[in-house]
């Protein structure tokens, strides 16, 4: 069994996946899990798409940075399918699905904190406290998907223009204002609504000149 420092516990504690955990209920499942703190740095390919994840079969709680789901083509190209923030359980499905591989890779899009957890396996006992994080993942996996449907509404869109007003929306729902910064640079932005970058560029430059917004770098002001 290993213990966490105090700072990676709170970190932990600040996520969805211990909602109504106490420390001290914390400390013990974390034990129990074997959870460890791994730190990586931006561009660090975390898990590659097929790579064996299965012995063991932990999942990822991040508590800093970026993780970009990613996957490449035939080509070379570089779409991203999807990006997680603090707060995200990574690896669900691997690890309570049966799964034994990722479908995409998981790129490190900033430095991150990851704290690697592992559920018992079939047939091991269960920590006392496991049934309620179980509950917490369930809840965070609804949440995902929610996540990947609002992605379909995004690239659903019949035009760049389209498609980056869905996102933007979006965004601006999540931070309840019409004036926000996006998690993305210009590159990223472009991976994730599978444009190249100087279509994306053109098409801002242009949605600023038609008065649909204001932006600068990755801060964006919503005009209509």
């Known amino acids: 069994m290993t213990r966490l420092s105090k700072d990676i516990l709170d970190a932990a504690r600040a996520t969805p996946l211990f909602v109504g955990f106490t420390e001290e209920e914390a400390l013990e499942l974390t034990s129990e899990l074997d959870a460890a703190a791994v730190n990586v740095e931006s561009g660090t390919v975390i898990a590659a798409a097929g790579q064996d994840v299965s012995d063991p079969a932990s999942f990822l709680l991040l508590l800093r940075g970026q993780v970009q789901f990613v996957r490449y083509g035939l080509h070379g190209e570089r779409c991203m399918i999807d ?4 707060g995200s359980a ?23 904190t990851l704290l690697r957890l592992t559920p018992p396996s079939p047939g091991q006992p269960e920590p006392r406290l496991w049934p309620r994080l179980e509950r917490n993942l369930l809840h965070m996996a609804v949440t995902k998907n929610i996540r990947l449907m609002k992605k379909v509404d995004i690239l659903s ?18 931070h309840g204002s019409r004036e926000f ?44």
């Open 83 to 86: 990006y997680a923030m603090p």
């Open 90 to 112: 990574l690896g669900i499905p691997q690890s309570l699905g049966g799964e034994s591989s990722y479908h995409n890779s998981l790129l490190a899009g900033t430095d991150c």
């Open 157 to 174: 869109g019949r035009s760049v223009r389209e498609k980056l007003l869905i996102y933007l929306r979006y965004e601006s729902e999540l």
């Open 181 to 224: 910064d996006i998690p993305l640079n210009r590159q990223a932005l472009a991976d994730y609504i599978y444009v190249d970058r100087t279509t994306l560029s053109t098409e801002l430059w242009n949605m600023q000149r038609d008065g649909l917004l204001q932006v600068h770098r990755s801060h964006f002001v919503l005009l209509e």
